[in-house]
């Protein structure tokens, strides 16, 4: 009952900045925790930073101080701005619920994510 579109990932040195959108639809969008995640070719998908409804975030360690994530619940819209990138950033981003470890505890429908290259 919620569809999840990601944009804004794409190509960029390192140092750069990307900032990405996911757009999901659904009136009750904006009472669910929301994460960003990403996953690398040939690892686990892992969650990056989060936000509650009411605005409160966390981040993972490895994106802390560089990454912040916001979201305009009116326009049920999440957002990644991701500052300093390093090549270990490289992954598809997606974005879904964060309210546990458990598949139930996500959206079932994933988007098809963006994907942001850190290179030179």
């Known amino acids: 009952q919620v569809q999840l579109v990601e944009a804004g990932g794409g190509l960029v040195q390192p140092g750069g900045s990307l900032r990405l959108s996911c757009a999901a639809s659904?009136?009750?969008?904006?009472?669910?925790?929301m994460g960003w995640y990403r996953q690398a070719p040939g690892k686990q998908r892992e969650l990056v930073a989060a936000?509650?409804?009411?605005?409160?975030?966390n981040y993972a360690d490895s994106v802390k101080g560089r990454f912040t994530i916001s979201r305009d619940n009116a326009k049920n819209m999440v957002y990644l701005q991701m500052n300093s990138l390093k090549p270990e950033d490289t992954a598809v981003y997606s974005c879904?619920?964060?309210?546990?470890?458990?598949?139930?505890?996500?959206?079932?429908?994933w988007g098809q994510g963006t994907q942001v290259t850190v290179s030179s």
């Open positions: 936000i509650s409804s009411g605005g409160s975030t």
């Open positions: 659904g009136s009750i969008f904006s009472i669910y925790p």
């Open positions: 879904n619920a964060d309210r546990g470890p458990l598949v139930r505890d996500r959206f079932s429908s």
